[in-house]
């Protein structure tokens, strides 16, 4: 992990990757910045934001295995097929 800031878009497998970080609140504000510019314009994130908010408000918080290779995958497929709908 680079310690420079990263200004370039992040991919929606990117913000798969720190959805967890994101909402616990444990990402430097770059990141946050990164992903809160990311869902303004992406709905298929903005949707599994929420998503994994009602989860985290839920459960108090997110076990690792809540999110696997899997599921993330699955998750992938489903943005290709709510962006290409
Ligand atoms: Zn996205």
Redesign the pocket.
């Known amino acids: 992990m680079s310690t420079i800031e990263n200004t370039q878009p992040l991919a929606?497998k990117e913000?798969v990757e720190l959805v967890t970080d994101y909402l616990e609140g444990s990402l430097p504000a770059a990141e946050r910045a990164r992903i809160d510019r990311?869902?303004a314009g992406?709905d298929?994130?903005s949707a599994y934001i929420e998503q994994m908010r009602v989860t985290l408000r839920a459960l108090g918080s997110i076990p690792e295995e809540t999110i696997t290779p899997q599921a993330r995958e699955a998750l992938l497929h489903a943005?290709r097929d709510f962006r290409a709908g």
């Open positions: 929606c913000l990311h869902i992406c298929g994130c943005f």
